[in-house]
């Protein structure tokens, strides 16, 4: 049986917020079996959960907030894609502020200190969303898809008119029987504009955004002093920040995902769609391992 995941004990760490720029500390705990992915601010009084769901997505704007009423989470797509990575079903996600911190803008400290914490494996089978139809969302140029596959995989295409961005390629394909989450896609970082800081800051984000959680690029280039992670690593944070909103569905997806130009606010929009259209999906579950799809039974035996 292909089985739900969580962690083996708790691991805490501490970062900044790249919004908000105020301190965070983050505390991932074991979750029992069809619990999903709960975020907690024990900041307030009492503590208050938002589970993981397309519903709860809020603000949109250059991250992927989870809200409940007048409390929120923001910033949760890339431990969400590290989540997703490593195939963790079940998970309590502690933060003391209103936002993730930002570690180095990729997915990669959050991948490690999920393997610090090992992972578990419990008696319930995992439970996918199957794509059975393909749904489409488009916002003008932009768009995403959904289509059936048995498996997993991205197709992302950015398209930014700078020449550090033109020189490493604006597409990405990845198919998760061939490519590994943590080798291929966890250190793409964030990436952003100096031209844009001041107008980002005078709207309160990008406060706590630096050289050291972003890529960052003037007219010409990267001013990074290290450069490039990858060649392709714009695009590869593009997908990186697509498995993270998807997995905001609450469950693991099998289908083919597609994009142009697509970003926090469409990748919702994709997963609302997908939910409230009539026999576009099902729950699929495996009890044999052979049977299951080989980009899972691989993926997570690479983790």
């Known amino acids: 049986m292909l ?16 919004h908000s720029g105020v301190p965070v500390r983050l505390t991932l705990r074991p979750a029992p079996a069809d619990f999903g992915i709960v975020f ?45 990575g490593l195939g963790i079903d079940n998970a309590v996600v502690e933060v ?25 494996e419990q008696s319930a089978p995992k439970r996918f969303i199957e794509v059975i139809k393909p749904v489409e969302v488009r916002d003008g140029e932009k768009w995403a898809r959904l289509d059936p596959f048995f498996g997993f995989r991205l197709e992302f295409t950015i398209d930014f008119s ?58 010409v280039r990267v001013i990074n002093p290290g450069g490039l992670r990858r060649p392709n690593e714009f695009a590869m944070h593009k997908a990186l920040d697509a498995i993270g909103d998807l997995y905001l569905l609450g469950n693991p997806l099998m289908a083919s995902y597609s994009a142009f130009k697509s ?6 929009a994709l997963l609302r769609t997908l939910m409230q259209t009539e026999g576009s999906w099902k729950e699929t579950t495996f009890k ?16």
């Open 96 to 120: 003391d502020a209103a936002e993730i911190p930002i570690m180095d803008g990729s997915a990669a400290t959050f991948v490690y200190l999920l393997r610090s914490a090992g992972v578990q």
């Open 162 to 219: 700078h020449p550090a961005v033109d020189a490493t390629g604006q597409q990405v394909r990845v198919n998760f029987a061939e490519s590994s989450f943590v080798d291929d896609i966890a250190r793409a970082r964030t990436f952003g504009f100096v031209s844009d800081v001041d107008l980002l800051r005078s709207k309160g984000l990008a406060l706590g955004g630096s050289l050291d959680n972003a890529i960052v690029m003037d007219e």
């Open 40 to 84: 907690r601010r024990i900041d307030v009084d009492p503590p208050r959960d938002i589970r993981s769901r397309a519903g709860a997505v809020g603000d949109t704007r250059m991250a992927s907030t989870l809200s409940d009423g007048d409390v929120k989470v923001a910033t949760v797509e890339h431990l969400m894609s590290a989540l997703s």
């Open 3 to 18: 089985r739900q995941r969580t962690l083996a004990e708790p691991v805490t760490a501490c970062g900044i917020g790249l």
């Open 288 to 303: 044999d391992l052979q049977h299951a799809p080989v980009a899972w039974a691989r993926q997570w035996s690479w983790n």
């Open 263 to 268: 970003g926090h606010a469409l990748n919702n």
